[in-house]
């Protein structure tokens, strides 16, 4: 079965840097649209990018372009999301989910790692 499994998260100070990874079986990232996700307490989980089937990236409106890049390891079956200068607002829950289609928004992802929990300090 399809299994998606987060890691990298963890409690950091303001400014610090973290990965996350994303480690897929069952099925093949680069079949698939690969999207990360957060949830913050209270507040609905949102997209921060995906990464599609032919590599293209894409960030969320509001997501922290610059500060956070996706790529993916085939090889690995891998995505991962690598966050700089990190916020006291990026606290959040992070999930990786897998779509048929591009994955821009949670009712898009058939199936859901999860998660793991970021924690930045100020």
């Known amino acids: 079965q399809v299994q998606l499994v987060e890691s990298g998260g963890e409690l950091v100070q303001a400014g610090d840097s973290l990965r996350l990874s994303c480690a897929a079986s069952g099925l093949s990232v680069s079949s698939y649209g690969m999207g990360w996700f957060r949830q913050a307490p209270g507040k609905e989980r949102e997209l921060v990018g995906y990464?599609?089937?032919?590599?293209?990236?894409?960030y969320a409106n509001n997501s922290p372009e610059g500060r956070f890049t996706i790529s993916r390891d085939d090889a690995k079956n891998s995505v991962y999301l690598q966050m700089n200068n990190l916020k006291p607002e990026d606290t959040a829950v992070y999930f990786c989910g897998a779509s048929n289609q591009l994955p821009t928004k949670p009712k898009d992802v058939v199936y859901w790692g999860q998660g793991t929990q970021v924690t930045v300090s100020s």
């Open positions: 990464i599609s089937w032919s590599g293209r990236v894409g």
